[in-house]
């Protein structure tokens, strides 16, 4: 079903294409995700169920999360869709909210439940469900309850009379965890393990770092739900370098999709990295990790975009910095140069 060539160094290199920095993120969930698929191959061989390793995602918003996720599920050919923890604890019937993501999964999938059955659910803000904090229409803990059923594995009822197993779906489930650092230095500290060399402190230093399910109980989430998110990435912010990246390298950059508006109107669109920079620099401001990024560029660009169709003498338009006027070449310049 995976294609055997999808090593997770391969998948790690796909991802690469469209998701800039999080290599550590990138090789754990590579290797769950094959791991993942591997066992239910194995499963469907030898009849043994399989215990399943679904992935948490920690990390700031706007880091690259969902990214990382929706880009998994084109590189492996399954469907994907995404939910909001937090809109399943607004509402009275959770059940009813968990069937209608199903729903949307197995529309995905082009109605195929088989295929569905097979894909990624991406659950967002599960940061939110903390147990027992202010009422609401459902609790915290009651969705996370209803949750952790579906991610065990169980036969779903859709409203068209058909049932989803969600064995084999992956389910990965994502948030910020403001405050998870705090809990982890009052916690956290191997020191009884005596070091005498720097190899020592290294591996040391890799145990302080990673989350342990007690942090995350600590935190709010009960044990038997931290105990179905064995494998844990966790997402760093944004350097201003990987936002300069972001606008300019990944196959489907806000620069090429800008640069290919310009061309279908016969424009050669031009923009210099330091104002790229500059456009990084005001979305670090903003601390939304890459998310103002389009917003801003789009700023930018979309008074000189208001003009082109009117102006077909032009041929090139550069912008060096967001504080200097756009540079035009058209037509009549170039004959009048020659
Ligand atoms: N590491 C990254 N590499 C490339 N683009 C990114 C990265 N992080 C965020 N983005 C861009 O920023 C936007 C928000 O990212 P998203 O994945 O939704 O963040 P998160 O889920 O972590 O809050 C997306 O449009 C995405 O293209
Ligand atoms: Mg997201």
Known sequence: MLDPKLT????????????????DAKKIVAVAVYAHFRKIAQSTQDGVPITKSNVLM??????????MCETLARILGVPFVTAEATSLAQTRYVNDEIEAILQRLVEKAGGDVD????????????????AGKEPRAVSGESVQHALLKIMEGSQVKLPGAQYVDTTHILFIC????????????QTHGFGFISTD???NKRILDRLNSRVKPTDLFVFGLIPEFTGRLPIIARFGD????????????PRDSIYSQFQQIFRHEGV????????????????????????SLRGIFEELISPILYAVPDDPALRKVGIASLFADPAFV??????ARR
Request: hydrophobic share 40%; aromatic share 6%; no cysteine.
């Open 268 to 291: 050669e669109l031009t923009v210099e990295r330091k104002a790229f920079e500059q456009i990084a620099e005001i979305a670090m401001e903003y601390k939304t990790g890459a998310r």
């Open 330 to 335: 058209r037509a009549e310049d170039a004959v």
């Open 197 to 199: 060399n720097a190899d």
């Open 238 to 249: 944004l350097s201003r370098e990987m936002l300069v990246r972001i606008l300019t390298e």
């Open 58 to 67: 920690i990390g700031p918003s706007g880091t690259g999360k969902t990214l």
């Open 174 to 185: 994502g948030g910020a965890f403001v405050g998870l650092d705090d809990i982890m230095s």
């Open 115 to 130: 295929k569905a059955q097979h894909g990624i659910v991406f659950i967002d803000e599960i940061d939110k469900l903390k």
């Open 8 to 23: 997770p160094r391969r998948i790690v290199e796909s991802l690469d294409k469209y998701v800039i920095g999080q290599d």
